[in-house]
């Protein structure tokens, strides 16, 4: 079983402050993607990075694919209420397959006014 | 397009009654996937449907957890003789199909299943 670490499990901060959340494993993957949920819906796609080394922008959000591609960072400028949810990554194997897609436990984001 | 359904949203249910949980997933999505989410536990794989090939129930906790893909569109999961560890949010996602790199999960809002 391929495991991703996401980190911090809980982050609380306040309206303005910048976060970075983690997604780490001992695995390589062929691609990773980014989730967030709010509460009562389900999980939601932000971003997909095949590449190592990958960077890729969503307004105040920046996505980073590590180089060796078992690791990749969420950075968020200027959080703000909005952004306020479960963020989930998802590491993929090339082939498909169920089991080619691994979820985190998430990282609980709560931004304060 | 509608987005992947389910229903109900939410179910509360007496140990030891079965359950069915429905899901409609995007049209002309092949894959098809249920996930459990527990407080703490992210998101548990159950079982996964695509196209007409067997589906892969590696994820299924127990015999009392089955589920059924109708003409490669809707899907129930089927719980049996509830016990309240079962309670969870149950999430069905659809995609394009297999090539996961390029194929992102499309969820639904999930059923949250309250066994008392």
């Known amino acids: 079983t391929q495991l991703l670490e996401q980190s911090p499990q809980f982050l609380s901060i306040q309206e303005g402050e910048n976060l970075t959340v983690y997604c780490n494993s001992s695995?390589?993957?062929?691609?990773l993607q980014w989730y967030r949920q709010e509460p009562g819906e389900g999980p939601v796609l932000l971003v997909t990075v095949v590449t190592g080394g990958e960077v890729k922008k969503l307004k105040r959000l920046t996505f980073q694919f590590g180089d060796a591609r078992k690791d990749s960072s969420l950075h968020i400028t200027a959080a703000q209420p909005g952004d306020t949810g479960l963020y989930l990554c998802a590491g993929g194997r090339s082939g498909g397959g169920a089991d080619g897609l691994t979820f985190g436990k998430g990282t609980h984001l709560i931004i304060q006014p | 397009g509608a987005g992947v359904s389910q229903s109900p949203s939410n179910k509360v249910t007496e140990k030891g009654k079965d359950v069915e949980l429905r899901c409609d997933p995007i049209s002309g999505h092949t894959a098809l996937y249920w996930y459990r989410q527990s407080l703490g536990q992210g998101l548990e794989f159950l079982i996964y449907f695509q196209g007409n090939s067997a589906p892969d129930k590696s994820g299924l906790p127990s015999d009392r957890f089955s589920a059924e893909r109708t003409g490669g569109s809707v899907s129930t999961l089927t719980i049996q003789r509830t016990q309240q560890e079962d309670s969870a949010v149950y999430l069905c996602?659809?995609?394009?199909?297999?090539?996961?790199?390029?194929?992102?999960?499309?969820f639904g809002n999930g059923t949250r299943l309250t066994v008392t």
């Open positions: 695995s390589v993957f062929s691609s």
């Open positions: 996602a659809s995609s394009r199909g297999p090539g996961r790199a390029n194929s992102p999960l499309h």
